[in-house]
């Protein structure tokens, strides 16, 4: 399978991710909670069913205050998916987001979920690829962004170099690059290899030292480089614990198919981050 580099890999393809499938689930869940036909939804409690990335809000209240955002201030999210960081980012610190993902079904709902949060005028959804896209029609085009942020998207993209150009051209000079992202710690084992990239859509991940010179070449400077390996497996592990143990609730609201494809995949991930070849990373870094 060939990792996402253009849309002419089609966005498809990233559908043998588990975690991407049964779009449906999020409306399931709403309804579940008799949140589905509500006039307005508070998008701190729909963020915990919309958000894929790891540690909750506090991972979005970290970069508000890392990137210093207020009203003023424009953001990029690439790979934004259902919209959940885009819409607690822009709802906490009033800034205008751009939500850029590669998916048109996970869009879609995206959208619908924004709306239903009134943060339409906040939050401004687009369908694409970061490394294909005409960046003068994204948000105010080149240079016009504050801050570019992305949690655990950037390791479906092989060429990194590419993608951190892109980055830094849509940032103003001074502007911040905020993005939590996997790297290799040290090499992995065939089935390492093979999990990765048939259950998380990830291949040949950067070591810190590659993904540090990647970022000085295109342009970034006052890097950080903190690793969050400890803290992400042990989070991983507690997700896939309280997973199982929630099946029968789980299953009731959105089917036993459902549920196998998440296990498979959150296992998967578990076993990954225990085998501590597999790192987390949270990168910030300036625009020169």
Same mark, same amino acid.
């Given at each position: 399978?060939?990792?996402?580099?253009?849309?002419? $890999?089609?966005?498809?393809?990233?559908?043998?991710m588990?975690?991407?499938?049964?779009?449906?689930?999020?409306?399931?869940?709403? /309804?579940?909670?008799d #949140?589905l036909?509500?006039e307005?939804? %508070?998008?701190?409690?729909?963020?915990?069913?919309?958000?894929?990335?790891? #540690?909750?809000?506090?991972?979005? /209240? $970290?970069?508000v205050?890392? #990137?210093?955002l207020?009203?003023?201030?424009?953001?990029?999210?690439?790979?934004?998916?259902?919209?959940?960081?885009?819409?607690v980012?822009?709802?906490?610190?009033?800034?205008?987001?751009?939500?850029?993902?590669?998916?048109?079904?996970?869009?879609?709902?995206? /959208?619908?979920?924004? +709306?239903?949060?009134?943060?339409?005028?906040?939050?401004?959804?687009?369908?694409?690829?970061?490394?294909?896209? %005409?960046?003068? +029609?994204?948000?105010?085009?080149?240079?016009? &962004?504050?801050?570019?942020?992305?949690?655990?998207?950037?390791?479906?993209?092989? %060429?990194? !170099?590419?993608?951190?150009?892109?980055?830094?051209?849509?940032?103003?000079?001074?502007?911040?690059?905020?993005?939590?992202? &996997?790297y290799?710690?040290?090499?992995?084992?065939?089935? !390492?290899?093979?999990?990765?990239? /048939?259950?998380? &859509?990830? +291949?040949?991940?950067?070591?810190?030292? !590659?993904?540090?010179?990647?970022?000085?070449?295109?342009?970034?400077?006052?890097?950080? &480089?903190?690793?969050?390996?400890?803290?992400?497996?042990?989070?991983?592990?507690?997700?896939?614990?309280?997973?199982?143990?929630?099946?029968?609730n789980?299953?009731?609201?959105?089917?036993?198919?459902?549920?196998?494809?998440?296990?498979?995949?959150?296992?998967?991930?578990?076993a990954?981050?225990?085998?501590?070849?597999?790192?987390?990373?949270?990168?910030?870094?300036? +625009?020169?």
């Open positions: 399978m060939a990792p996402i580099n253009s849309m002419s $890999d089609d966005a498809n393809n990233i559908k043998t588990k975690l991407y499938t049964n779009v449906e689930r999020i409306k399931n869940e709403l /309804e579940s909670r #949140m036909n509500s307005f939804i %508070d998008p701190i409690v729909l963020s915990e069913i919309d958000s894929m990335h790891y #540690m909750g809000n506090s991972a979005i /209240e $970290d970069a205050k890392t #990137m210093r207020d009203s003023s201030s424009r953001v990029l999210d690439i790979g934004s998916g259902f919209g959940g960081p885009a819409r980012l822009s709802a906490s610190s009033n800034c205008t987001t751009t939500a850029l993902e590669l998916q048109p079904d996970i869009h879609q709902m995206a /959208e619908y979920l924004t +709306k239903k949060c009134n943060l339409d005028n906040l939050v401004k959804h687009k369908v694409g690829d970061i490394l294909s896209l %005409d960046l003068d +029609k994204l948000g105010g085009g080149l240079s016009s &962004f504050d801050g570019v942020i992305s949690f655990l998207v950037f390791l479906h993209i092989t %060429d990194k !170099e590419p993608l951190l150009e892109r980055c830094a051209n849509m940032l103003k000079p001074g502007g911040n690059l905020f993005v939590e992202d &996997f290799c710690v040290s090499p992995f084992s065939v089935a !390492e290899a093979e999990s990765l990239s /048939e259950d998380v &859509f990830a +291949k040949e991940l950067p070591t810190r030292e !590659e993904y540090i010179s990647h970022l000085e070449a295109s342009g970034f400077h006052n890097i950080q &480089f903190i690793d969050k390996s400890s803290e992400w497996t042990k989070y991983v592990t507690e997700r896939l614990g309280n997973f199982t143990a929630n099946r029968h789980f299953e009731e609201v959105h089917g036993d198919p459902t549920y196998l494809s998440l296990l498979h995949f959150y296992e998967a991930v578990a990954l981050f225990s085998g501590r070849n597999l790192g987390g990373v949270r990168i910030i870094a300036e +625009k020169k």
